[in-house]
């Protein structure tokens, strides 16, 4: 049983309101005589810069110093030409050698004769030597950065990321030091009271100037939880981990990292997550925690099913060692994957806030983690390892960004807040993790109640999206002097003590000298404001004397400017990308660790930037749209935006001119929807077009280029009477499978290739074979100029056309997965309103209108005529098609346009149908029927063998559907008969046909897990209008499309290839209610695009090589 999908964001309304040959050998020497001197300089000049020996330098210097003839010499102790054309090599090598070297040019052999023909007194040699083994030595990190095995993933505790020094950066160790302090502390330093009251307390709100919102602070806190946990007996130690590990959610240490693992395929428990002192900071603070324990589940499950390799087994079927092994390398899997959407987050969402580059329609991003090579230099180091610093501890204390609800839910929290010593805090703390416990399966926040009997399940969703939207549209406060709220007075001093005191850090010059910034000379240049500057020289006397603490937390912000959305002040600005590249570049698992070894394929692509998701490659709306896909729309400014106020997103957008395709409607609640799964409760529901509504109508408008297009109600009769007229002729059977066979045939021909002894004959069944012929079929029908080789000027080539056309009926029929949505949109709106030109020129074609219409048509004779090439001459197919259409119907062109593109669309589902066909019945359980398809397929005596395939085709989609389901909308309140239910539908409210379900009804399919190929064809129908081109008489011509297929693919014994490549990739959609297909590039489509076969046995038609 297939759960029902969350409802596309576009169903209940318009989707606007709701991607050079190798150097001579000759001659070269009287090319470069004019200019010698100026090769010779340059090579020297590397050479300088590559090598620390001085005394060839010296040697090849004077050499040049000499002039002319002195060159002239040098070049005749070489033979030929050969030190003037490889010194110009060397150069260029050394100027391009961040560039992957060509290796076919043989440049390696060139130097190695260089060396070897030059005299032993050469002055170039040892240069040129010394840099070559330079190079050598360079190409191999020494040592190792990292090791395999156990190696690949985070301990607990953060040890071990750096393999040769595995207590840097590890938890339960000292903080570094950032900046040794030099200056001499003033004995008489102002009390911590004081500096409090007239530089830090909040004396008003102002909210921040860029219109950050508070959920971007929210998610500072998850990154500071993850770097800092001082002690609170031993302040100089760090608790956790230097990295971004997520510790908050995994725990410091193995024991708290079990109190959060569920031991089944590497699991947590449900909304569980390890830090109690999360649960101090601000819900939204937890609710991103949760969603970041919530992904690592999802990744769990998706690395079982995906299976890279088959490297997991069904869980049932382990033994105790078995299950823990398994659990354990998936827990660490995803805990990395994870840790690699964290990662995405602060660089595509936090820092380009940070920086303002969400501002514009940049998708550039500052990411540190890429490997960076100089000419002679070596890679800039990265992976070594971090340790963070209390400095940094300090740096990060941005409690004057906090909103004022925030502020207020906390003083609830904290009773007289204002008032309270250290020893209080503390035993508010205490109190606070008593009232806690110590399960942190039963841990709740802001007054939200777990779900389940035992007050352990997971949060409501609606609860979580809520927390968040109102971390979104709450106003975060600004970066400024006096700008704390009085709440975190204690934490504030506490903070200053241990910074005076215990860590004893340097003050502020001294850190902005470590930086490379001026250090201050003035108070007033220190904050311009001159209150605040004065009050500060009334305390510390000189600006040297000034601490890190009040320093950095009472300095002049920067303004709201582009490259400043966080306007912190100055010096925080600069250091906290300092911060990020040393956080990120030095982490193993960043960095070299970040590849498909650790991560698995699937994941790391998971893992890349999508630059036309809506929010320029923002990354957080991924997760978003992931795990809350019934609150969130496509086009919502709170999943693609959540780190900006939406009235500040709305200004953004209003003057980059692109607002109106956006929405900015708060998240609202998932529906509810009544799921019918019995074939007679299918009946019910398709039945009664005058009671529930076709919930595509607002997609297919916009494909066909309409206000509304409705297949269902009371245009149904005109518009499926159309269809009937322009895609099932009389003999539309007959044609189809003809016409569909023969180009089977040849593309098998075509693609079908000998490996091996024998005759074993192998090819990708889908991507050569299914793919090109659907797209080819439809393509002649009406009249679409593709890309072959006989029509090199086509619009697409067969594969392209087919993404096009599978795109296409993924918006209309599939649009579930909101994170694909906006680009999803954009490229169909595109491609459909070009087809529709394309059909409008061929009705016009075909209606002898073409040649009187002027300039009226030259943009369709451009789209299907190139500047030469067949595109503009009518296939016979195409024209009898177009008559046919003319004869058929008075319909304007533009209206028959858009009925004739969604009878296309709906034919591209045969290539997910024939694949699932052919992949159901070469299931090792499926070995009899696979032999009876075989003997009809090869015997094809007259049309019986035909119809027996058709009926296996249909069994075969019955119990392997290629979609589950499809969806209606009440138009008023109902009832359906439902098996033994009687569902009870409300206005408005969905209706989700499970067609998986449907048709397993053992009442109207007897043994209905079992292949039955003498069933009633028309038990078929409801499955095949859930996804094919049907006709008023419950004909599908996709079934006939599909047979012909299937009956040419099997022309000779066949079996699946090993390994992935036999495998056609199917794993689960958005909400668990279709299928999706892994592909070797990209991210998963809803089309199947490759598994391969093998060919054996008897050779019944004729193959050539590809």
């Not at 451009?862 to 090439?869: D, E, K, Q, T, Y």
């Amino acid at each position: 049983m297939v759960n029902p999908p969350t409802a596309p964001s576009h169903w209940g309304r318009q989707q606007e309101d709701v991607a050079h040959p190798s150097p001579p050998q000759k001659g070269l020497v009287g090319s470069l005589i004019d200019n010698v001197k100026t090769v010779a300089g340059t090579t020297l000049h590397i050479a300088q810069l590559a090598l620390s020996e001085t005394k060839p330098v010296q040697a090849a210097q004077s050499t040049l110093e000499q002039g002319e003839h002195a060159l002239h010499s040098l070049f005749e102790q070489i033979k030929d030409d050969t030190l003037a054309r490889d010194a110009l090599t060397i150069l260029r090598a050394g100027v391009q050698s961040v560039k992957p070297l060509d290796d076919r040019k043989l440049l390696l052999e060139q130097i190695i004769v260089l060396l070897s023909t030059l005299p032993p007194d050469s002055p170039v040699g040892p240069v040129l030597q010394n840099a070559f083994i330079r190079v050598l030595w360079m190409d191999i990190p020494k040592p190792p950065a990292t090791l395999i095995g156990p190696y690949q993933h985070r301990t607990a505790d953060g040890s071990g990321n750096n393999v040769f020094s595995p207590d840097v950066g590890k938890a339960n160790m000292p903080y570094a030091r950032t900046v040794p302090p030099i200056h001499p502390v003033p004995r008489n330093l102002p009390d911590v009271d004081l500096v409090w009251e007239t530089l830090l307390k909040q004396d008003k709100f102002t909210p921040h100037p860029s219109g950050i919102s508070p959920l971007l602070f929210s998610f500072a806190v998850l990154i500071t939880h993850s770097i800092f946990q001082t002690n609170h007996d031993e302040p100089a130690y760090n608790e956790t981990s230097s990295y971004l590990d997520l510790a908050p959610i995994y725990g410091n240490n193995e024991t708290e990292q079990k109190q959060v693992r569920l031991g089944e395929n590497g699991l947590l428990h449900a909304d569980t997550i390890a830090s109690r002192r999360l649960f101090l900071m601000t819900p939204a603070a937890v609710a991103l925690a949760i969603v970041f324990a919530r992904n690592h589940n999802w990744i769990a499950k998706k690395l079982v099913e995906v299976n890279e390799n088959d490297v997991y087994q069904p869980w049932d079927q382990l033994d105790q060692d078995g299950k823990a092994k398994q659990d354990e390398d998936i827990f660490q899997k995803a805990r990395m994957i994870n840790c690699g959407h964290f990662v995405a987050v602060i660089f595509q969402d936090y820092i380009r806030a940070i920086l303002a580059i969400n501002r514009t329609t940049s998708t550039w991003s500052l990411v540190p983690t890429g490997e960076i090579k100089e000419a002679f230099q070596g890679p800039l180091p990265r992976g070594t390892g971090n340790h963070v610093s209390a400095e940094f501890n300090i740096l990060y204390r941005w409690h004057m960004a906090t909103s004022k609800e925030d502020a207020a839910w906390l003083g609830r929290l904290m009773h007289q807040h204002s008032k309270m010593t250290p020893g209080d805090f503390r035993a508010a703390y205490e109190s606070v993790a008593a009232e806690l416990g110590e399960n942190p399966r039963r841990w709740t926040f802001n007054n939200l109640k777990r779900t389940g009997p035992d007050g352990e399940g997971p949060f409501r969703d609606d609860d979580i999206v809520k927390t968040l939207t109102d971390g979104t549209i709450w106003k975060a406060g600004a970066f400024k002097a006096r700008g704390i709220p009085d709440i975190f007075a204690v934490i504030d001093k506490m903070g200053m003590v241990a910074a005076r005191n215990t860590w004893q850090v340097a003050s502020l010059n001294e850190f902005r000298r470590m930086l490379g910034l001026k250090e201050y000379t003035d108070f007033t240049e220190w904050n311009p404001d001159k209150d605040i500057a004065e009050t500060a020289r009334r305390l510390y006397k000189h600006v040297d004397n000034l601490e890190l603490y009040p320093g950095l937390m009472a300095e002049q912000p920067k303004p709201s400017q582009e490259g400043s959305g966080l306007a912190p002040g100055y010096t925080i600005s600069r250091a906290i990308l300092s911060d990020a590249a040393a956080l990120v570049r030095g982490d193993r698992f960043l960095t070299h660790d970040y590849n498909v070894a650790t991560l698995t394929s699937y994941h790391f692509q998971d893992l890349q930037p999508d630059l036309d998701n809506g929010a320029f490659g923002g990354h957080i709306c991924k997760l978003l749209f992931r795990l809350f896909p019934g609150h969130y729309t496509y086009d919502s400014v709170y999943a693609l935006f959540p780190f900006t106020n939406p009235d500040t997103t709305r200004g953004i957008l209003e003057k980059l001119n692109i607002e109106d395709r956006y929405s900015f409607t708060k998240p609202s609640h998932a529906p509810h929807w009544v799921k019918v799964t019995t074939y007679d409760g299918a009946r019910h529901v398709f039945n009664r077009p005058q009671s529930l509504d076709n919930v595509y109508g607002p997609a297919l408008a916009e494909i066909s280029g309409k206000e509304e297009e409705s297949t269902e109600g009371p245009s149904q009769q005109t518009f499926s009477e159309t269809l009937d007229a322009v895609f099932f002729p009389s003999n539309f059977a007959q044609l189809a499978l003809t016409r569909i066979g023969d180009m089977t045939k040849q593309q098998m021909e075509c693609c079908s290739w000998k490996y091996g002894k024998g005759e074993h004959l192998r090819v990708d069944v889908v991507g050569d074979v299914f793919v090109p012929v659907v797209s080819q079929y439809i393509a002649d029908i009406c009249g679409v100029p593709l890309k072959t080789k006989h029509n090199a000027l086509g619009l697409w080539t067969p594969t392209q056309f087919f993404e096009v056309l599978s795109e296409i009926y993924s918006f209309v029929y599939l649009n579930f997965d909101p994170s694909v949505g906006f680009k999803l949109r954009d490229r169909v709106i595109k491609n459909a309103r070009t087809l529709r030109l394309i059909i409008e020129g061929r009705l016009m074609q075909a209606s002898g209108f073409i040649g009187q219409l002027g300039e009226l048509v030259g943009d369709i004779k451009n789209l299907i005529m190139p500047s030469r090439g067949q595109g503009f001459v009518m296939s016979d197919t195409a024209r009898e098609f177009y008559h046919r259409v003319i004869r058929s119907t008075d319909r304007p062109a533009a209206e028959l346009a858009g009925v004739i593109l969604i009878g296309a669309v709906r034919l591209v589902t045969c290539v997910s149908q024939a694949a699932n066909v052919l992949d159901f019945y070469l299931k090792p359980d499926q070995e009899k029927n696979l032999k009876k398809v075989l003997q009809a397929a090869q015997r094809h005596t007259n049309i019986a063998d035909d119809a027996t395939l058709l009926h296996y085709v249909e069994e075969a989609l019955r119990l392997q559907p290629a979609v589950y389901g499809t969806a209606r909308r009440a138009k008023g309140d109902l009832h359906i008969k439902d098996g033994n239910k009687d569902h009870h539908v409300k206005k408005d409210q969905y209706v989700w046909v499970d067609i998986v379900s449907a048709n397993l009804d053992a009442e109207h399919f007897p043994k209905p897990n079992e292949v039955v190929e003498n069933r009633d064809m028309t038990r078929y129908t409801f499955n095949q209008k859930v996804s094919s081109l049907t006709n008023t008489r419950n004909e599908s011509l996709n079934s006939t499309l599909v047979t012909g297929l299937i009956r040419e693919a099997a022309q000779r014994d066949i079996k699946r290839a090993e390994g992935a490549a036999g495998q056609l990739g199917r794993i689960s959609a958005a909400d668990d209610f279709c299928p999706a297909y892994v592909r070797a590039e990209g991210p998963p489509t809803a089309f199947p695009s490759s598994m391969d076969v093998i060919f054996t046995g008897k050779k019944n038609i004729v193959y050539g090589e590809k």
